[in-house]
């Protein structure tokens, strides 16, 4: 069984850069294809960035573009969200997302592309 589980979540001031990771387990692909969404109180949930869907490359919202970069450690089936310059507005839960990359068109910026997601961990942007 697939896990995802995030971490780095917290209490942030405005203006600050912060990290976030996701490990996951059960047997899914080092390089699958995997993606951060937050949701913020009240509002669907939204795509950040993501990974994999095409070798390596990564693709950022272009709202996003600016403040958040995703990376990944294979050898640690490890992926990573750093945030900068992060604002009130930027308070959220963030998720991690994976999938095992069987489809044969993909919207990479939609939860319907991702099987698995995790807990969530909360970012609270203090101002």
């Known amino acids: 069984q697939v896990t995802l589980v995030e971490s780095g979540g917290g209490l942030v001031q405005t203006g600050a850069s912060h990290k976030l990771s996701c490990v996951a387990s059960?047997?899914?692909?080092?390089?699958?294809?995997m993606a951060w969404f937050r949701q913020r109180s009240g509002k669907e949930r939204e795509a950040i960035a993501a990974t994999g869907w095409f070798g390596d490359g990564k693709m950022i919202k272009n709202t996003m573009r600016d403040r958040f970069t995703i990376s990944r450690d294979a050898s640690k089936y490890t992926l990573y969200l750093e945030m900068n310059d992060l604002q009130p507005e930027d308070t959220a839960v963030y998720y991690c997302?994976?999938?095992?990359?069987?489809?044969?068109?993909?919207?990479?910026?939609?939860?319907?592309?991702?099987?698995?997601w995790g807990q969530g961990t909360q970012v609270i942007v203090s101002s």
């Open positions: 997302a994976a999938s095992e990359g069987r489809q044969t068109s993909v919207s990479v910026f939609e939860t319907r592309e991702y099987e698995y």
């Open positions: 059960g047997g899914i692909s080092s390089t699958a294809p």
